[in-house]
C-alpha cells in the first residue's frame, strides 16, 4: 500500500487529497460539505478525488464537528458530578465580563451548557496535595448517575474534583461507579484531559469534552464502518486542534483535542514548507468559505497556548494560537445603518452566496468578488459549477448599492475593504500585540479564497514577499499528510525555583516521559520513531500568567533561572527582582510518520508563458477596472516572473495579484509575490 489520503471538513466544502508515494501523484478535489450528514460529505470528496481505499495506507481527517456541535448548541445532554458545595463554580467561573461586552450594561452571560439542575455535589475530598480528608461517597455517586440519567435524561457526564490534577483517585472511583452502572452513558472526567490546577477551567474542559462525546463517537463509528465497508483498513487520524494527530481511538476517548481541529492541518502543512524552505518565520492566513484563520509561526513552529477560549468557555488544552474572524467567502456582507459591515455571519454551504444559485438572497464576499471580475463564473471549480453573476451583481445593488446609493463596483470594493480592515486587526493581535513587526515575516496564503485575498492583504501590510503554495485551496488537508501522531502530557507542581533542585524537576518529566513513551509505543512507534520536548511554564513569584521556557538539556536550576529571565525580557520587555516560580511541566511526545518529500524543479530556460486571456477586474493598485492577464497555473514552470495585475486560475481557486505587484515560481513551485503600496 502506498497511497495516503487526508480530508477536511470545512463549512461550505470537503477538500480531500491523495498522494501516492510510489508514482509520485497528487489528486486534489472539492465536495460540497452536507451538514446534516458529515459523512456523506467526507465519502463523496473520497470517491471524488479516485482514492483507492484498499491501497490506502492512512487516513487523515480533519473536522469542524465537535466545534460547531459547540457554536450550535447540538451537543448531548451533559450533567456534571463534583464535590458537594461546588456545584456552582462551572457557572460562577472568574466573574468576568466578555472584552467586546465590557461596557454593555445589557451584557447577558450565555446560558450555560449544564444548567443548574444537571449539577450534582457528593461527599468526598483531597487537599491541595492530592491527600485524601474525606473518602469519596460511592453510594452518593450512584444516586447522583441516578439522578441524572434516570431522572434528567442525561446522555454524558462530566466528572471535576477538587485537587483531582494532583491525584485522580476519586475522579477515577466515580467514573467506575457510573460506567459499571451504566455501561451506556459517557464519562469524561478532567484528570484524563489535563492534569493542572484551576478548578473551573479543568471542568469547563471536561464539559466540553463530554458535549460532543456521544456525537464525535457516533461520527467517527460511522465513517470508520464506512471506509471499512468499501476495503479500507489501515490507520485513522484524526488531526489534533494543538498540532499532530490523534489515532480515531483516542481522538474518541478524548475528543476536545479535536474541537478546534479545522485550521491546525494547514498550519501543520505551512510549518513543513516553511522549514523545508528556509522560511521559519512566517504569518499564516487560511480563508475558507466560513472564516479566516490567522497564525504566527516562529522557528518553524506554530504558537501554541494552553488556555484558549471557545466562546466564553475556557480550554485547557494545547491549540494553536490561531485568530479567527468571519471573513471567509461566504461571511455575508450587510449594513448597520449607512456603515458596511462583513461578517460573522456566513451564508455556509446551504444556501451559499447568491452567486451559488441555491436560494441564497444575501451577498457575500465570493459574490463581491464576482462583480469585481476575480472570479470567472463560468470556470468555478474547473468549470463544473457554474455562477450566477448577473444574481451576485442585483443581490449586491438591491441589498447594498442602493440604499448607499453608491454602485455595485464601489460596494464590492468596499466588501474588500471591510475584510481587509478586520483581518489586519486580526494579524495586529498575534504580531505587534505581541513585539513581533509582521513585515519581518513571510505571508502565507491558503484556503478556498486564500490566493484571491492574501495578496491584497500582503500588500495592505507592507510584508515582503506572500507565499501561495501549491493547491492552496486543499492546503490544509495536504498539511495533514505531513502530520505527526502528538501527545501532550503535563503536571501542575506549582513551587519556587529556588527550593527546586535539578533533580526534583527532572523526575516528574522522567514520569511523564514513561506515560508518553508508553502511549506511543502502544500505537506501533519505536524510540526511533520517538522525540520528547521538555517544557517548563514559569512565572515571578505573585504574578498570575506565565511564560514558555525550553527545558531541554538542562544542566542546573541556575541555567533554568536564566532561561527564564531571557524569555521574559523578550515578551514584556524587563527582568524583575522577584523570586522565579515553577507552575506546570510539560512534555509534548511526537511519533514521527513518514512524509512525502517537497518535489523541487530545476529553473526552466523558456520562462515566458502566455496568457489564456484576459479579463476585466478591479484593480486596488490602480482603484480602478482594468484588464488583468488570465494565466493558468499549470503552465507556469519554476523561473516564470509575471507583473501584475494578473489572475493565476487553477481548478479549485484563484489567486489575483495587483498592477505594483510581481509573481515569480520558485523551484518548489509556489508562487512568491511581492511588491505593494510601499515597497
Given at each position: 500500500m502506498t497511497e495516503r489520503l487526508a480530508v477536511d471538513i470545512g463549512g461550505t466544502f470537503v477538500d480531500a487529497i491523495s498522494f501516492d508515494r510510489d508514482d509520485r501523484d497528487l489528486r486534489v478535489e472539492k465536495a460540497s460539505t452536507t451538514p446534516e450528514e458529515p459523512e456523506s460529505g467526507v465519502l463523496a470528496s473520497i470517491d471524488k478525488v479516485g482514492a483507492d481505499l484498499e491501497a490506502t495506507e492512512a487516513f487523515v481527517h480533519g473536522t469542524t464537528l465537535g466545534l460547531n456541535a459547540v457554536l450550535e448548541r447540538a451537543g448531548a445532554t451533559t450533567g456534571i458530578i463534583t464535590n458537594e458545595g461546588f456545584r456552582d463554580v462551572y457557572e460562577i467561573g472568574r466573574t468576568n465580563v466578555e472584552r467586546h461586552a465590557m461596557y454593555d450594561i445589557r451584557y447577558e452571560k450565555p446560558e450555560s451548557l449544564v444548567p443548574r439542575r444537571r449539577r450534582v455535589g457528593v461527599p468526598g475530598r483531597l487537599d491541595a496535595d492530592g491527600e485524601e480528608v474525606e473518602p469519596l461517597d460511592t453510594d452518593a455517586v450512584h444516586e447522583a448517575a441516578e439522578r441524572l440519567i434516570d431522572g434528567q435524561s442525561v446522555d454524558t457526564i462530566a466528572i471535576c474534583f477538587l485537587h483531582s490534577y494532583r491525584n485522580p483517585a476519586h475522579e477515577r472511583q466515580?467514573?467506575?461507579?457510573?460506567?459499571?452502572?451504566?455501561?451506556?452513558?459517557?464519562?469524561?472526567?478532567?484528570?484524563?484531559?489535563?492534569?493542572?490546577?484551576?478548578?473551573?477551567?479543568?471542568?469547563?474542559?471536561?464539559?466540553?469534552?463530554?458535549?460532543?462525546?456521544?456525537?464525535?463517537?457516533?461520527?467517527?463509528?460511522?465513517?470508520?464502518?464506512?471506509?471499512?465497508?468499501?476495503?479500507?483498513?489501515?490507520?485513522?487520524?484524526?488531526?489534533?486542534?494543538?498540532?499532530?494527530?490523534?489515532?480515531?481511538?483516542?481522538?474518541?476517548?478524548?475528543?476536545?483535542?479535536?474541537?478546534?481541529?479545522?485550521?491546525?492541518?494547514?498550519?501543520?502543512?505551512?510549518?513543513?514548507?516553511?522549514?523545508?524552505?528556509?522560511?521559519?518565520?512566517?504569518?499564516?492566513?487560511?480563508?475558507?468559505?466560513?472564516?479566516?484563520?490567522?497564525?504566527?509561526?516562529?522557528?518553524?513552529?506554530?504558537?501554541?497556548?494552553?488556555?484558549?477560549?471557545?466562546?466564553?468557555?475556557?480550554?485547557?488544552?494545547?491549540?494553536?494560537?490561531?485568530?479567527?474572524?468571519?471573513?471567509?467567502?461566504?461571511?455575508?456582507?450587510?449594513l448597520d445603518g449607512e456603515l458596511l459591515k462583513v461578517g460573522p455571519e456566513s451564508a455556509g454551504a446551504e444556501p451559499g452566496p447568491v452567486c451559488y444559485g441555491q436560494g441564497g438572497t444575501e451577498p457575500t464576499v465570493t459574490d463581491a468578488a464576482v462583480a469585481l471580475g476575480y472570479i470567472d463564473p463560468d470556470d468555478f471549480l474547473g468549470g463544473e459549477m457554474a455562477l450566477d453573476a448577473a444574481g451576485a451583481r442585483a443581490a449586491i445593488q438591491s441589498v447594498l448599492a442602493d440604499p448607499l446609493e453608491s454602485t455595485v463596483t464601489d460596494v464590492s470594493r468596499g466588501v474588500f475593504d471591510v475584510t481587509l480592515a478586520n483581518t489586519v486587526g486580526a494579524i495586529r493581535e498575534i504580531t505587534i500585540e505581541k513585539g513581533l513587526d509582521p513585515r519581518e515575516f513571510s505571508m502565507m496564503g491558503f484556503g478556498g479564497a486564500g490566493g484571491m485575498f492574501v495578496p491584497l492583504l500582503g500588500r495592505e501590510m507592507n510584508v515582503d514577499e506572500i507565499v501561495i503554495p501549491n493547491a492552496p485551496s486543499v492546503f490544509s488537508a495536504w498539511g495533514m499528510l505531513m502530520a505527526d501522531v502528538v501527545y501532550d502530557f503535563a503536571r501542575t507542581n506549582i513551587e519556587a525555583l529556588a527550593d527546586l533542585e535539578l533533580e526534583d524537576i527532572e523526575t516528574v518529566f522522567g514520569e511523564l516521559d514513561e506515560q508518553a513513551v508508553e502511549t506511543l509505543e502502544s500505537e506501533g512507534f519505536t524510540d526511533d520513531d520517538i522525540t520528547l520536548n521538555h517544557t517548563l511554564e514559569m512565572r515571578y513569584l505573585g504574578q498570575e500568567h506565565t511564560v514558555e521556557v525550553d527545558a531541554n538539556s538542562i544542566e542546573s536550576t541556575d541555567e533554568i533561572n536564566d532561561r527564564f529571565e531571557r524569555k521574559h525580557a523578550d515578551r514584556y520587555g524587563h527582568e524583575m527582582a522577584d523570586p522565579a516560580e515553577v507552575v506546570h511541566q510539560r512534555v509534548r511526545a511526537t511519533g514521527h510518520n513518514d512524509k512525502p518529500p517537497l518535489e523541487t524543479n530545476e529553473i526552466a530556460a523558456d520562462t515566458s508563458p502566455e496568457a489564456v486571456g484576459t479579463r476585466e477586474a478591479f484593480c486596488f493598485a490602480d482603484l480602478e477596472v482594468v484588464d488583468f492577464a488570465v494565466y493558468d497555473r499549470g503552465d507556469l514552470v519554476s523561473g516564470t516572473e509575471i507583473a501584475g495585475p494578473a489572475i493565476v486560475r487553477e481548478p479549485t481557486t484563484t489567486i489575483v495579484f495587483h498592477s505594483d505587484q510581481t509573481a515569480t515560481v520558485d523551484e518548489y513551485g509556489q508562487l512568491l509575490i511581492t511588491g505593494g503600496e510601499d515597497q
Open positions: 466515580a467514573a467506575e461507579v457510573i460506567r459499571e452502572a451504566y455501561p451506556e452513558t459517557s464519562v469524561s472526567i478532567s484528570s484524563d484531559i489535563t492534569r493542572e490546577y484551576r478548578e473551573y477551567e479543568r471542568t469547563s474542559t471536561a464539559v466540553m469534552d463530554a458535549y460532543i462525546k456521544p456525537i464525535f463517537g457516533s461520527y467517527v463509528d460511522d465513517l470508520e464502518s464506512e471506509l471499512n465497508a468499501n476495503g479500507f483498513d489501515s490507520p485513522f487520524f484524526i488531526t489534533r486542534s494543538g498540532g499532530g494527530t490523534l489515532t480515531a481511538e483516542s481522538a474518541t476517548e478524548a475528543p476536545v483535542h479535536t474541537i478546534l481541529s479545522g485550521p491546525a492541518g494547514g498550519l501543520i502543512g505551512a510549518a513543513h514548507v516553511g522549514r523545508e524552505t528556509d522560511r521559519e518565520d512566517l504569518v499564516t492566513v487560511d480563508m475558507g468559505g466560513t472564516s479566516l484563520d490567522a497564525c504566527v509561526i516562529e522557528d518553524g513552529t506554530p504558537a501554541v497556548k494552553y488556555d484558549s477560549r471557545l466562546e466564553h468557555q475556557p480550554l485547557m488544552i494545547p491549540v494553536y494560537d490561531i485568530r479567527t474572524i468571519g471573513a471567509g467567502g461566504g461571511s455575508i456582507a450587510w
